[in-house]
């Protein structure tokens, strides 16, 4: 607003200096006395009465004008929205901060969905490891949106997991487990939906229970959180899962 309005005078020679997080009132005398150096206006955002009330105080203590930028447009917004502000230095910043840790944490989840790089597993804040159509995958993207970076590991008998897994702390190593039979009624609807047969070994009984069985022991050797994903929601699966991270290292574990 303050470089739109030097614009209407050409700049006419403004300088704009910014004083950004400023949130302390015994801030404030040292800024005002500097601007008081120059032919100054103070035009400012802050939402804290009391720095709003100090840089007022000390402008006028040197002749300088102020315009209050912010309140406003806040005093307008609480009309409409019928609830007081919160009043809260920084919330803008937390925000933006805020989204860019949660495209981060998509774009982690995506680069180190089934097993694709192993080197994932250690920058992970969490990584879910199961047989494959234990909804790892939407498990990973749900908690990206939660803005925790999850990783996720197949396990399959023919292929050995990545050693990284078992040096991984409990709350942040998360298994699945499903009942053979739901995952036979998944896997068979899976190979449906891509014009193959339901007869493949992908969907056998024998193949599962041997799949499961080899997941069992590898979760166990690992020492991780097993969580049973029997006609359960993502999002309830997710909610376990955060409750237990956020457990653990609140705990330091």
């Excluded at 709003?52 to 806040?74: C, F, K, N, S």
């Excluded at 230095?89 to 998509?106: N, Q, S, T």
């Excluded at 190593?173 to 193959?196: A, F, M, T, V």
């Amino acid at each position: 607003m303050v470089r739109a309005a030097a614009s209407q005078f050409n700049q006419g020679g403004v300088d704009i200096r910014r004083v950004p997080y400023v949130s302390d009132p015994n801030e404030i005398p040292e800024i005002v006395e500097e601007a008081g150096a120059f032919r100054s206006v103070i035009a400012y955002t802050l939402v804290l009465p009391e720095l709003r009330e100090a840089i007022t105080r000390e402008a006028a203590r040197y002749g300088i004008p102020t315009v209050d930028i912010m309140t406003p447009m806040i005093d307008a917004l609480s009309k409409v929205v019928k609830r007081p502000p919160r009043l809260e230095p920084g919330l803008v910043r937390r925000m933006d901060e805020e989204y860019f840790r949660k495209v981060e944490a998509i774009e982690f989840a995506v680069k180190y969905d089934d097993g694709k790089d192993p080197r994932g597993i250690v920058r992970a804040d969490v990584v879910v490891i199961g047989v494959s159509r234990t909804s790892k995958t939407p498990l990973c993207m749900y908690l990206a949106h939660k803005r925790i970076k999850a990783a996720n590991v197949p396990l399959v008998p023919e292929v050995s997991p990545p050693d990284e897994i078992f040096s991984l702390p409990p709350h942040k190593l998360i298994g699945l487990k499903i009942h053979p039979q739901n995952l036979y009624e998944i896997r068979k609807e899976r190979l449906k939906s891509l014009g193959l047969t339901s007869n493949a070994d992908y969907a056998s009984r024998e193949r599962i229970l041997k799949e499961l069985e080899y997941a069992e022991k590898i979760m166990k050797k690992a020492g991780c959180t097993i969580i049973d994903v029997t006609n359960k929601a993502v999002e309830e699966t997710a909610s376990r899962v955060l409750e237990i991270y956020y457990r653990g290292e609140k705990l330091g574990r």
